[in-house]
């Protein structure tokens, strides 16, 4: 277990004094009305939606080691795919999420017209490019099949590494690029879709394919050590954050908890549990 620091300290002592005002002042109002339900021991439970690999693993890891002292726990409920999280937050039947970047976040909220807020990003999982056949993205053969996500958000993402390799040009007006805005192909490269979660399972069937961060970890792939082409990340529009309805972003447990994912022990835990940098803090 890391070492207290002083902030972990101070968010502990805060939101133990925030939930204690928050229960005076509005009786039982807050456990009905708000995110979260309070328990005889005064301990908040929250349920949180999460994708296994890593984004389950860092809620566990706050619920062991953190969450108590803080005045909170966790209810951490796993999902697979990428749709659901937040039908199921907006539906109520999760008090948070946290799976998610932006691009995907604004999509579904615009799509969906969910009344959903999202926090700072948490941490980043590259993309990365990765084959069974071949040991260098230049060893790809003319007329070479490349998987890629089929979802708009993530699909530009897996083309924009691929135009940063210069195995693309994408067209200079796309805003969010699709294959249908690939300008120059001189590889006469072949593009096929599958879903983020099923992508990991083509690689025996093409030559390669581009690979969410947590659909490769839990393929038991690492971007800095198996990928062809790893995504930068430096100054990375995808970091993965904790989502809540609108009306629950100033809930003093939805609070506690976005403290506790960005604290020096989470980055710690980031750092020394993903030591190839498949997983980087975001904060």
């Known amino acids: 277990m890391p070492h207290r620091t002083h902030r972990s300290l101070g968010i502990a002592a805060a939101a133990a004094a925030a939930l204690l005002l928050a229960a005076c002042g509005n009786g039982d109002d807050e456990a009905d009305n708000g995110a979260g339900t309070e328990g005889e021991d005064g301990i908040v439970e929250l349920s949180v939606g999460a994708s296994p690999v890593p984004h389950a693993q860092i809620l566990q ?27 199921a937050l907006h539906a109520g039947e999760l008090d948070a999420n946290y799976f998610q970047h932006e691009p995907w976040f604004n999509a579904e909220v615009q799509e969906h017209g969910y009344d959903l807020a999202h926090f700072e990003g948490v941490h980043i999982e590259p993309f990365a490019l990765y084959s069974t056949q071949h040991e260098s993205y230049e060893d790809l053969p003319e007329g070479a099949t490349i998987a890629l996500n089929n979802d708009p958000s993530n699909q530009a993402r897996g083309l924009v590494l691929l135009e940063e390799a210069g195995l693309i040009t994408l067209s200079a007006d796309w805003q969010s690029a699709t294959i249908l805005d690939i300008e120059d192909n001189p590889h006469n490269f072949e593009f096929i879709e599958a879903d983020a979660s099923a992508l990991a399972r083509t690689l025996d069937d093409v030559a390669a394919a581009v690979i969410n961060g947590n659909n490769a970890l839990e393929a038991g792939l690492s971007p800095t050590e198996d990928g062809l082409l790893v ?45 190839d940098g498949a997983v980087l803090p975001a904060f």
């Open 231 to 275: 995504e930068s990340g430096e100054d990375n529009p995808y970091a993965n954050f904790l989502a809540v309805r609108s009306e629950d972003e100033d809930n003093e447990a939805v609070q506690i908890l976005q403290d506790l994912l960005t604290s020096d022990e989470v980055r710690e835990y980031i750092e020394e549990t993903w030591t």
């Open 61 to 87: 890891f706050i619920d062991d080691e953190l969450a108590e002292e803080a005045g909170i726990s966790l209810d951490i409920q796993e999902y697979t795919d990428y749709v659901i999280p937040n039908e």
